[in-house]
């Protein structure tokens, strides 16, 4: 069943802007992570941020989470054409499997 | 780092027939590995859990005569989609989870057309 919900399901900027995603969910977690996926092909891991954590940073990706309100953010700074992809959160509950939000589909203009 | 190889990338069968779909853990032995389905446009459901050794164990509303996987090997599982039909037709890819730090890593997906 689906956990997570994204928002916005579509985001259009230009280069050099920040793309802002959220994810909310809805049950205890024991991490949360994102995802990329490039054009219906294969998932790549960003980042992972445990539920001790409330943010995190790997090079031009920010990842925040509260607990408290079940949901977390993806911020891409300085965004590039190259980040153009979709996007999903996915959450970890005890030693079980991922559940998957719904994904935001970002799209970078040069 | 940890890499699952999924083959074959995409198919393209007729309805009726049976396709096989496989996913290696090249570096790293796997003894759990998951299955998921993506309709277009949609996000990933998971199937079922691959356990080395045992049976999978299936997720509600998946057919396990439909979709049987194995997983012989603590490097390979295997998912075969029996008697397809165009509604089979999605993008499937697979998963093990390598160390919690590094959340899951995924094969490149197979994405199967049925005709």
């Known amino acids: 069943s689906q956990q997570g919900e994204e928002d916005p399901q579509a985001l259009s900027i230009q280069e050099g802007e920040n793309a802002t995603m959220n994810c909310s969910y809805k049950t205890s977690i024991n991490n949360l992570q994102w995802y990329r996926q490039n054009s219906g092909r294969g998932l790549v891991h960003l980042i992972l941020?445990?539920?001790?954590?409330r943010e995190k940073h790997s090079g031009r990706l920010r990842v925040t989470l509260d607990t408290s309100k079940k949901s977390s953010s993806l911020l891409i700074t300085a965004s590039r054409a190259a980040d153009t992809a979709s996007y999903f959160c996915a959450t970890l509950s005890g030693y079980s499997t991922l559940t998957f939000g719904k994904g935001t589909m970002l799209l970078v203009s040069p | 780092g940890a890499v699952v190889s999924q083959h074959p990338s995409w198919v393209i069968c007729k309805s009726g027939t049976s396709v096989k779909i496989e996913c290696r853990s090249l570096?790293?032995?796997?003894?759990?590995m998951f299955w998921y389905r993506q309709f277009p446009k949609q996000s990933f459901m998971l199937m079922a859990t691959s356990n080395e050794g045992s049976k999978a164990t299936y997720e509600q509303g998946v057919e396990k005569d439909k979709f049987l996987i194995n997983h012989a090997s603590l490097t390979l599982s295997t998912l075969t989609v029996t008697s397809a039909h165009p509604e089979d037709s999605s993008f499937y890819i697979c998963?093990?989870?390598?160390?919690?730090?590094?959340?899951?890593?995924f094969g490149s997906g197979t994405r199967l057309t049925v005709v």
């Open positions: 570096d790293f032995q796997a003894t759990t």
């Open positions: 998963s093990a989870r390598v160390a919690e730090a590094y959340g899951y890593t």
């Open positions: 941020i445990r539920s001790n954590e």
